[in-house]
């Protein structure tokens, strides 16, 4: 089953560039850069990734991506990513980025899309890896500034097909970006969301409802509703699964506890994804060897999966 897992070529569909940031990388950035980060070892950045919520990651997450100033350092960071990609045999790629966690710090958006956009040229060039830019808001700041995001992407349209929306979930429902959403429809940019993550189906509900997504990323919650699972199904609404991230962030109990393959052969679009895989513990093929090894899915399984990555995809 690893091998198989190996050798099927992939698509990823959730994934923060910004999670991608592995320790060697950050303590090399903050030398070079002069920044000060709060560990002295790669065993205590390890330590520290330990989480209890959602909130208790995106802390340590944020304070993490303090490290990336120059353009060389988003270069750096996404083509790391992408030979990983390369080696795990990813060949299709939907990355988010947070550009309001770098602007907020004073770093230019040109600096941020330049330096990751050169990485994704580069490797459909020399790992022939196509790939998509989503730019995500950040939930927990204003819709205002969610706009002025969407005004700071203007030069740089073609680059980007589709924004998102991540951050603390609870108490940042979908309906305060109604608008913006609503903006970049009409921009022409596709539209994904998290939400089921750790709110309710009501975010789910609202996230479809009120913010017209493409996919839904997480959206495990779902099966708190029997009305849900069924619209999600009759309207093959994708949700983008990230199974070691919910382990980690505790939004489901353990592996064995976790019901992507019930929404699976329930019938619903789900698609396997790594989300932070620097700080959950594994890439794109470790998630799907732990539905192998803890929930005992089978060959049928894993095959379905990886198919509904590339039909979920915007390609
Ligand atoms: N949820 C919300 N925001 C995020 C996540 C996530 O899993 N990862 C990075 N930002
Ligand atoms: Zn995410």
């Known amino acids: 089953m690893k091998d198989l897992i190996q050798n099927l070529p992939k698509a990823e ?30 065993e205590e950045v390890k330590e520290a990734y330990s989480f209890n919520s959602l909130q208790s990651f995106l802390d340590i997450y944020y304070a993490g991506a ?23 045999n990813i060949v299709h790629t939907e990355i988010m980025f947070d550009p309001q966690t770098h602007t ?9 899309i330049n330096g990751i956009t050169k990485a994704l040229y580069r490797a459909k060039k020399e790992l022939e890896i196509s790939s998509f830019l989503i730019m995500s808001f950040l939930r927990h700041l204003t819709q205002e500034e969610a ?6 992407a203007e030069p740089f349209k073609d680059k980007i097909l589709a924004v998102g929306l991540d951050s603390s979930e609870l108490g940042n429902p979908p309906s305060k970006f109604e608008k ?24 789910i509900w609202d996230t479809l409802n009120l913010l017209h997504v493409d996919r839904i990323d997480h959206g495990i919650r779902c099966d708190e509703d029997e009305k849900l699972l069924e619209y999600l199904k009759e309207n093959k609404i994708p949700l983008t699964v990230c199974p070691l991230s ?6 489901v109990k353990s592996m064995k506890n976790h019901n992507i393959l019930k929404l699976l052969k329930y019938g619903l679009h789900v698609t396997v ?29 894993i095959e379905k999966l990886v ?3 590339f039909e979920d995809s915007f390609l």
Not at 246 to 251: C, D, G, I, R, T
Not at 273 to 301: I, Q
Request: hydrophobic fraction near 35%.
């Open 13 to 42: 569909l959730h994934l923060h560039i910004e999670g991608t940031l592995e320790p060697e990388l950050m303590f090399r950035l903050a030398k070079k850069n002069s920044i000060k980060i709060p560990y002295k070892t790669i």
């Open 66 to 88: 303090n490290v990336l100033i120059e353009e060389q350092d988003f270069f750096d960071l996404t083509w790391a990513y992408l030979l990983t990609c390369k080696a795990q």
């Open 104 to 112: 907020n710090r004073g770093i230019k958006f040109k600096t941020v």
């Open 147 to 152: 706009f002025k995001t969407l005004k700071d």
């Open 180 to 203: 913006v959403f609503k903006e970049a429809k009409k921009q022409g940019y596709k539209l994904v969301a998290h939400a089921g993550e750790e709110g309710d189906t009501s975010y």
């Open 246 to 251: 919910n382990v980690k962030l505790k939004a």
């Open 273 to 301: 994804n790594s989300d932070d895989p620097a700080c959950f513990g594994g890439y794109l093929n470790e998630n799907y060897e732990a539905l192998v090894n803890e929930l005992g899915a089978t060959k049928e399984d």
């Open 307 to 309: 198919k509904n990555s």
